[in-house]
């Protein structure tokens, strides 16, 4: 079956500008989650969702960034005034939820702010 | 801070030999355990998962799992020149539900 998609595959931006994000999870898949991974860094988790709602938002590096899930299932991941430090490569992952734990990644968000 | 340690490598080995890749980690919580291949320029890639300790076998890949020494590795035998890539360890945090990852190790299997 279809994996988790994301949207744009790239994206440049100016410094200040606003960016949307897009997930769509793997069907059937309550959780999703949001990681980004710096060049030569590590993943990082950013957010995690269980239907609409976000749990756990403790990644967030800042109140620039935002996210919400609606319908249980596409995400958009905002990042409002872009810095030159979000870039990075934004990742969303899904898992099935209930006790299923392994995650699934899409293809992934290449965000550059110049 | 939980952390998920790796040997960053690279971590050399001839094609047909055994490659093992370690990961420690802190977080006496973790329950589950995870290995992941990411090709350069790609997202990374589910290849095993563990649960319980002792043994995973799938294919070319075993994942091994000691709790009591809070220890994750990962086999893989008859190495392939398409094994190329680098294995990142993730375990879950104590509420089972984000991953915390290593910073991988790049493995080189030369023909």
């Known amino acids: 079956g279809a994996g988790v998609s994301q949207s744009p595959s790239n994206k440049v931006t100016e410094k200040g500008k606003d960016v949307e994000l897009r997930c769509d999870p793997i069907?059937?898949?309550?959780?999703l989650y949001w990681y980004r991974q710096s060049l030569g860094q590590g993943l990082e988790f950013l957010i995690y969702?269980?239907?609409?709602?976000?749990?756990?938002k403790s990644g967030l590096p800042s109140d620039r960034f935002s996210a919400e899930r609606t319908g249980g299932s596409v995400s958009t991941l905002t990042i409002q005034r872009t810095q030159q430090e979000d870039s990075a490569v934004y990742l969303c992952?899904?898992?099935?939820?209930?006790?299923?734990?392994?995650?699934?990644f899409g293809p992934g968000t290449r965000l550059t702010v110049t | 801070q939980k952390e998920v340690e790796q040997n960053s490598g690279p971590l050399s080995v001839p094609e047909g030999a055994i490659a093992s890749l370690n990961c420690t980690y802190s977080?006496?919580?973790?329950?589950?355990f995870f290995w992941y291949r990411q090709y350069s320029g790609k997202s990374p890639e589910l290849i095993m998962f563990?649960?319980?300790?002792g043994d995973k076998e799938d294919g070319r890949f075993t994942a091994q799992l000691n709790k009591a020494s809070q220890y994750v590795s990962l086999l893989i035998r008859d190495s392939q020149p398409s094994d190329s890539a680098t294995y990142l360890c993730?375990?879950?945090?104590?509420?089972?539900?984000?991953?915390?990852f290593g910073t991988g190790t790049r493995l080189l299997v030369s023909p």
């Open positions: 069907s059937g898949h309550t959780a």
């Open positions: 969702f269980q239907g609409n709602s976000a749990p756990d």
């Open positions: 993730a375990v879950t945090d104590t509420g089972f539900q984000k991953l915390v």
């Open positions: 563990i649960y319980s300790n």
């Open positions: 977080d006496r919580g973790s329950q589950s």
């Open positions: 992952a899904s898992s099935l939820g209930d006790f299923s734990y392994e995650q699934y």
